[in-house]
Structures are given as structure tokens and as C-alpha cells.
């Protein structure tokens, strides 16, 4: 079956985020990223910046945090109602157009639809290291600080709402390494995949 | 830096095996797979039929046999005998020419040298029971087990000699669902990369 949705998810540094947005322009569709976030404001009743902060990533405090945050008399925690949220806006925008969406795991929301081709991008340590200081001013200590910390709050979000494992093959269609292929070889590829 | 290696790591059942064959045909390049068991078994002096059974499966008895398998006064295992064997001889093949390797942790060996393209092929539970049961004349319920239990020992094997984890999109360049894909899409991206 054709795809008409592509969800990438992505290693921090990796470049996922810029290989979508360019991904999206070329074959003229939709893409969802940060404007995704009014959207789950919008459904959940939470401020931007609280969704800004807590859609993607788990808390700060760590997977733990989930199973013991503060729930409401159903038995749901804040961080279980944002995401309930993104889920419907997700499953809303794949039902109405053709869209790259970025992270949120639309992969595993999306993962009873035939359209979807699911993307995963990585790389490698060096090139990472070299995007992120480059894109947020900072220092390399600080650079693998920071990936390695976005990339452990992605990876407990995702394993603790989809049963699955972050960075595994298997939840992926494909998954590219951006550090050895390339930019351009990624979006060649995805295209190629949707075509 | 130009690919001339390709290592194909892969799921039992997912066609990765056959994949790989087509692309060194189709690039003209040499194929290694069983035919790399009768040069182990020359390095290592054990016969062809044990290499078989060994070099790439984990002991039937599980990953635990490793560990405590019996060791000669070197400390090394029957097992790490055949592996050492197999690291140097495809250690080896890689020095010689343009190739495809076939599993053998081939992926982790080379991690050294910057000219290798390491795929891994994986896909969906339906399509490699059909594809089991049509190559093996099984029925469904011994295909699934023969799947499970293949991956399960190319898993234990892979995990104790890499210390990386068998099926983590970080491994490889390439990881692509042979599923969703289809075989011709997936030997297409693999010859776009080498190119």
C-alpha cells in the first residue's frame, strides 16, 4: 500500500528533525513538529509550554516518575492526559492529510494504519556532537550532556507508553544512519520509500 | 568514504539471506555465506559441520553455556576457538576484495574500516512464517518456533561477542523491513548507498 504519512523518529543530533522538514517541502505535504503542540494545548487543556516540556520527554525525574506521579480519581496522571491528547490530534491529522510528522511516537500511534512508513534516525557520536554545537552555541562537554539526556527522556517516554523499545529496528520501516549516509541519502531513500 | 563491504546482519525468515545474494550479483562482487564455514573450519581445525552448528548460533543451551563453558588452560571455550577463527577470517576476505558478508557478526568485526555498509534486515511475524514454511515445508506452528528459536540463539551470540545489542538500529547503517519494503526496494537502497 502506498504511504501517505512518514513519522521519524530520531537520536537528538541526528539531524531527523531537518531530513522531515526537507522531506515534506519536496513531495509537498504537511509537517508537524513544534505546531503540533497548540494543537495538544488545545485538546488537553495545558499550557503550551507545559506540553512543550512534557509531550515527548518524560520528566526530568526520570521513567520512575510515571508510575508514581500524582493520579486523579480515574486513575490517570497529567502526564497520561497530555498524552492521551497528542494521541488524538496525531490520529486526527493522519486521518486528514499527507504529512511528515517528527517524534511524539507517531509510529506506535499510528501503527494501525497501512499508509504509514516509519523512519528512525541516528548516527554517530562525533557528528552529533558537532551538529548540536553548532545549532545551540555550547561547548562539546555540553553537547553529549545534552544528547545523551534528551535521548534517555525519548527513550523513556516511548518505552513506557508503546511496550516497545526506543531504537529498536524492528519499530522501524527503515532506519538511517544520517552520520555515515547523509543527509541528502536519507531524504533520497524516504522519498524513494513513498514514491 | 566509498562502501565496498556489505555485512548483512538479519532476521530468520525476513529474506535477508537472499537480499544479500542478489546485490552481490547484481554488483558483481563476491558472496560470502555457508562458504565461509570450510576457511573457518581450515583456521580453526574443526570440522565444517560443527562451524556450522557453532560459529554463528548460540550453544541450543543457551547464552549461560558461554560463560560456562568448558575452557582450556588459556581460558578460552571450544566456542571462542571457532569465533576467533571466524573473526580472522573475515577479518581476512575484507582485506581481499569487494564482498558481501552474511551474518557472523561480520557488522561488529569490521567496525574498524570505514569502506563497510552494515544492514540489517528484519520484517513482519505473517510474511517470514510464509516465507519459512514455503522454503522448509512446515507448518505455521513450526515455522514461528523455528524463527524464535533461530533469532533467539543468533541474538545470545551476537550479545556476548559485540557487548552491543543484535537488532538496534545503532548497529547498522541500514536497518529496512523486507515486509513493508518488499526484497526489490530493499536491494535497490542498498545498491543506492554503495554507489
Known amino acids: 500500500m502506498a504511504k501517505r504519512i512518514i513519522t521519524i523518529s530520531r537520536e537528538f543530533g541526528s539531524g531527523g528533525r531537518f531530513i522531515g522538514e ?22 488537553s487543556g495545558f499550557a503550551p509550554e507545559y506540553i ?17 506521579s500524582g493520579r486523579d480519581i480515574t486513575g490517570k496522571s497529567v502526564e ?15 486521518e486528514k492529510e499527507s504529512c511528515v510528522i517528527i517524534g511524539r511516537n507517531a ?11 516509519n523512519v528512525f534516525i541516528h548516527g554517530n557520536m562525533p557528528e552529533k556532537v558537532q551538529r548540536i554545537c553548532r545549532l545551540y552555541h555550547v561547548t562539546e562537554a555540553d553537547a553529549i550532556k545534552m544528547i545523551n539526556d534528551t535521548n534517555k527522556r525519548r527513550r523513556a517516554n516511548y518505552n513506557f507508553y508503546t511496550e516497545q523499545k526506543w531504537g529498536m529496528a524492528e519499530n522501524y ?23
Chains 1, 2 share one sequence.
Not at 512543550?52 to 508514581?68: R, T
Open 107 to 117: 509510529d506506535f500511534i499510528l501503527r494501525d494504519r497501512a499508509d504509514v512508513l
Open 22 to 43: 526537507e522531506v515534506a517541502k519536496k513531495l509537498g505535504i504537511a509537517y508537524y513538529d513544534k505546531d503540533i503542540i497548540g494543537r495538544i494545548a488545545e485538546q
Open 80 to 94: 497520561d492526559m497530555v498524552y492521551e491528547a497528542q494521541r488524538k490530534v496525531i490520529l486526527e491529522i493522519a
Open 173 to 195: 520501516t527503515l532506519s538511517l544512519n544520517s552520520s555515515v549516509l547523509g543527509y541528502d541519502m536519507c531524504q533520497k531513500i524516504i522519498m524513494d520509500c513513498v514514491k
Open 52 to 68: 512543550q516540556e512534557n509531550a515527548e520527554l518524560s520528566p526530568k525525574k526520570g521513567l520512575f516518575a510515571y508510575a508514581f
